[in-house]
């Protein structure tokens, strides 16, 4: 089945610097992949995903690329803010109808004013 | 637009005493619905989903189960909890072909 590995695991920047998140994916056959943003006691909040038919997608700070050859994605988030503290996710969907979504174990980001 | 609803929002329960867990969505219909459970500081487990009424697929075999009994409700159940269920309760959907999948406002159970 469809395994996801998450590097960091925590990550601490300045403000203003960028950050970055990696994720790699087992089954080659999987063509979406989201991004989650969880703050503490919330609910994770989808920020950004990716199908595999486009390499690359920002959203203002945010963008996410894809290299399907390689089997891995990455988060990147510029201009960092400390409001952009909080866990998050990558997860990658495993085909076969259900559109049930394996995820990575998160990376906790901390912004440091 | 969409909405989906949890409840209770916390639930301090005693170790072995029974569990119902409710999650309904407004706004779609025929959605596909998923419950995880994510322990303190830890990432989210599937638990169980279901792609229609009455259809429910188990990831984890354990002490819980979960049904469907209307298009846009999803129970989550236990006839006896364990210590070790403990932990923040989350109901997703889904619609078919769009693959976005969004989070309730989740459970947090404590078992005592």
């Known amino acids: 089945g469809e395994n996801v590995e998450q590097h960091p695991s925590t990550l601490s920047v300045q403000e203003g610097d960028s950050a970055v998140i990696k994720c790699t994916y087992s089954?080659?056959?999987?063509?979406?992949f989201p991004w989650y943003k969880q703050e503490l006691g919330k609910r994770p909040q989808l920020i950004i995903d990716i199908r595999s038919n486009v390499g690359e997608k920002k959203d203002q700070r945010i963008a996410v690329t894809l290299n399907k050859t390689a089997k891995h994605f990455s988060l990147h988030i510029t201009e960092t803010q400390p409001e952009d503290s909080a866990v998050y996710f990558c997860a990658a969907m495993v085909q076969g109808g259900s559109e049930k979504l394996v995820f990575g174990k998160g990376t906790k980001l901390t912004v440091n004013p | 637009s969409q909405t989906i609803h949890q409840w209770p929002a916390t639930l301090v329960q005693p170790v072995g005493s029974p569990l119902s867990l409710e999650c309904t969505v407004e706004g779609t219909s025929n959605p596909n619905l998923y419950w995880y459970r994510q322990a303190a500081g830890r990432g989210l487990q599937l638990l169980f989903y279901s792609v229609g009424i009455g259809q429910i697929s188990s990831e984890v075999p354990q002490n819980l189960s979960a049904s469907r009994p209307q298009d846009r409700q999803f129970i989550l159940s236990s006839k006896k909890l364990l210590l070790s269920d403990s932990g923040f309760y989350l109901c997703?959907?889904?619609?078919?072909?769009?693959?976005?999948?969004?989070f309730g406002p989740g459970t947090r159970l404590t078992v005592t």
């Open positions: 089954d080659s056959a999987s063509n979406y």
């Open positions: 997703a959907w889904s619609k078919t072909p769009t693959y976005e999948q969004y």
